[in-house]
Structures are given as structure tokens and as C-alpha cells.
């Protein structure tokens, strides 16, 4: 990062700690876990066709005095500088999603994530893959299933490139593909990018949320809200207006929603859209 983290006690404050807690593996454990509870995964910026900043100053004010979450490029990126202050072994990755598609196909490098070695052992770690993101860090050098505070995951690693799993009924889901090459600021400003502007991003002019709680996972895909459960049918509602959606985002995921009228004209065209 080329600025150092400012605004550290809010930041632990925010996920629970008085003071700085030791670098270690139950430090990022717990880290990870709080994290992904703490700030929710959502796309409001991008539903809206707004910039998305991911600089460390601009993602300070919008995580932690704006009372607002974000997606990868910015979760990860605040969540690097976090390790790094604490004096973690920790830089960042760029993987390609194969969610929903071939575990193989060659997609662009849309997501970010965190590599972490402690004590020579790497781990990857993530606070920002929306409804699937893993609660616990994933140790690389094995492809045994790994649990986490949510779902198992397992790594599989084949000529240098890692495929990440998640158990998902039953059955195992591949999420996303990665590799170890270092990446510069420009690798992220890039990625990030093509999420918030290209018209082929999933996320450009869609609203996607997600957080986690004690065996809960709750997700908002547009106008559809869902509450996962472990080891219980999901619950799902289709909200009929916008400010159905709206009370979820602040009653649901606790979001500090931006003021005047553009979030909710936004919503309405996307309802309008996916109900034409």
C-alpha cells in the first residue's frame, strides 16, 4: 500500500478488539470470521454507475466513518493494510471467478483475495466473495477439505494454480482460480476497473449484498432477499418494491445508506428491469 492505515483503533473497534491482537494464525482466524459479519459485501456504488475509489484514504472513509461495505477490491484491499499493520506477512492476489461456469474456463482476474504466511505456512485469505466468501483462512500447501465457521473448502493446486471449492449441499462448487504472481497497485486499480464499469461485469447496474452471522448467511440479489441457514432450508422472499429493498439493506445488513433519491431511483429501474 503506498499510504499506511490511519484510522486502526475505529477499524478494531469495528471488529471487536480494544487494542491490537498479536500476528498469529487464531488472530487471523478471528479476524476473517468478524469481518465477513462485521462489513457487508454489497454493490450499491456500482448498482448506481458511480465511481468506485479503492485508495486507502477513500476506503477508510467509506467502510468506517460511512457505515458502508463494499466488494473485493475494496474489503480486501482495507483488510491488507489491516494484516500488514499488525504485522502480518500479508500482499495481495487477483484470482479469476469460475463460479456458476467450467472450473477451466479462462475468465478475467475480477477478484481479489489475500495471501498470509505465518510461520512459514501460506495461507489465503478473503473477507470479500459475497455469499460464499470462507469465514477462515485456507491453508495452501493441502487439498484435504478445511473447514471453516461456515462451509467446508478445499484447495486444489495444479501447476502453480490454485482452484478454490466450496461443499455446498452436498456437492463440491468451484468459486475461483489463482496463482501466486505478485501484483502492483495497478493490477487492483485495473481489476477493479473492469468490475465497475465494463458493461459484461456482473456487478455494473446490479445490487448484490451478503453478510455473515453465526451460522447464518443472509444475500440480496436485487429485488430477492435469502437467509441460509447450516444445515436447514434456505428462506428466500422476493421484495416487491423499493423500499422493501431498502429496509432490508438497513435492517438486515446494517448499511448507512448515501442520501437523496439516486439509490432509490436506482433500485426501481433495476426491479423494473428484471420484472419486464
Known sequence: MSTPLKDIHLYLSRLDYPAPPPPTLETLRELQRRHTAAFAFETITTLMHAPVPVDLPSLERKLLHDGRGGYCFELNRLFLALLQRLGFDARGLTARVVMGGPEDALTARTHMLVLVTIDGVRYAADVGFGGMVPTGPLRLDTDA????PHETYRLIERDGQYLLRAQVAGAWRGLYVFDLQPQAEIDFEVGNWYVSTHPDSSFSGQ???ARTGP????TLSNGSFAVH????PSERRELPDADAVLDVLRDEFDLRLPSGPALREAIEARLAADNA
Open 145 to 148: 477439505p478445511q473447514a471453516t
Open 207 to 209: 445490487l448484490r449484498v
Open 215 to 218: 451460522g447464518v448467511r443472509k
Open 229 to 232: 441457514r447450516l444445515g436447514a
